[in-house]
């Protein structure tokens, strides 16, 4: 089997066959001209398909081991996508830890057309299992988690669903396939914000899914042409030339991300940090079986959950910018209470533990040492 470093560059992709050009073209096309009615080459129409769209498709299925892939113009254009396969009535069990988009969209667009979300402790396998009913159709869950880091066992997790028939989606945001192949662990489908690891650059939103099920890859293949959520081809060239430097960015990702994280853990301000790969870290033994990296992702709370001297912090940052996203080469700080999650009510963040100081770091690829410096200054600072 072709290794991973040699995927990222070739898989999916090969040189036009008109010119020989080794970069995948940038069809910027919206229609195709057709020999007779109904006769064309595969492609008739932009929103349906797209050469430069195919490619990319091809190549993140192939990053994932699966056989099918599918783009949307941003990662939740691709949730939506899945919920679609829902009807009224249905339910889907999630984890309490998750994406505040993710859970503006589950909640204030979805639960308004009659679909039923139960919100559990994905770590603790007797409530998944204890919320799935007859009306269950859908796992939708997070590993590692955002903004709280937590690993979540993604075998576990499909046992229970095919043992219930239930399907299991699996956002892989923020391992990327780089570090985490869950539809190899039993995930019938895979989620991607495709803006984030796999563009890697800061200049693009996309979002992906990926699956193996011929007809599960038709449904939402139909989903994708009826409701037209497509990215563009410069979009998809974009995020085609991401992928191909994937593998050795993410090195660099987890590489300064365990030096900031131990780094983080030695401050005397700082009173928690979240990282799976601590050899404390509750779910690490987790994280090390079904994960090759623990990611560039890291979160801290300051001590007394001190709002006031986090916002100092994040003011006082050089290197990283405050700034929402994360997955780019350069490095982002968050404050997910404020940002990502504000749609997340207060009380239910405080019980998973993000706290109103707490940080989320998306570790770049700069000087490790340039990092931790900018770090140590804004930690410091009096004003």
Not at 15 to 33: E, L
Not at 163 to 176: E, G, P, R, W, Y
Not at 208 to 215: D, G, I, K, P, T
Request: glycine share 8%.
């Amino acid at each position: 089997m072709t290794k991973f470093g040699t995927k990222v560059v070739h898989a999916g992709v090969a040189p036009d066959p008109t010119t020989g050009a080794i970069m995948t073209p940038v069809f910027q096309t919206s229609t195709y001209v057709q020999r007779s009615p109904g006769e064309h080459q595969g492609f008739a129409y932009g929103r349906s398909s797209n050469p430069t769209r195919t490619a990319l498709q091809q190549s993140i299925a192939a990053l994932e081991n699966a056989k099918h892939g599918l783009v949307f113009a941003s990662g939740l254009a691709a949730i939506d996508a899945v919920l679609k396969l829902l009807k009224p009535g249905d339910e889907l069990v999630s984890g309490n830890d998750l994406y505040g988009g993710t859970y503006r969209i589950f909640t204030q667009v979805f639960e308004a057309f009659g679909i039923k979300f139960r919100f559990v402790d994905m770590n603790d396998l007797t409530k998944i299992e204890g919320a799935i009913n007859d009306r269950t159709k859908l796992i939708w869950l997070e590993t590692p988690t955002n903004p709280m880091m937590s690993v979540v066992d993604i075998k576990g997790v499909s046992a229970i669903a095919k043992k219930h028939q239930v399907m299991l989606a699996v956002d892989n945001t923020f391992a990327s396939p780089a570090l985490q192949l869950p539809i190899e662990l039993g995930a019938d489908v895979v989620m991607h914000s495709a803006t984030k690891y796999l563009g890697g650059h800061s200049d693009v939103v996309m979002g992906a899914l990926v699956m193996n099920e011929q007809a599960l890859f038709d449904k939402l293949a139909f989903i994708q042409n009826s409701t037209g959520a497509v990215p563009g081809p410069q979009d998809c060239f974009l995020v085609l030339r991401g992928i191909k430097t994937l593998a050795i960015r993410m090195d660099r990702h987890c590489e300064n991300g365990e030096k900031i994280a131990y780094y983080l853990r030695e401050h005397p301000l700082i009173q928690d940090v979240y990282w799976p790969g601590f050899a404390d870290h509750p779910h690490h033994p987790i994280a090390k079986e079904q994960m090759k990296g623990f990611g560039g992702m890291i979160s801290f709370t300051i001590k007394n959950d001190d709002k006031e001297r986090a916002f100092r912090v994040l003011e006082n940052l050089k290197v990283f910018a405050l700034a929402e996203s994360l997955g780019g080469v350069e490095s982002l700080a968050n404050h997910p209470a404020t940002m990502t999650h504000g749609a997340v009510p207060r009380d239910e963040r405080l019980k998973i533990g993000l706290l109103d100081s707490l940080i989320r770091l998306s570790v770049g690829i700069e000087d490790v040492d340039d990092l931790i410096t900018d770090l140590e200054q804004a930690l410091a600072a009096k004003n």
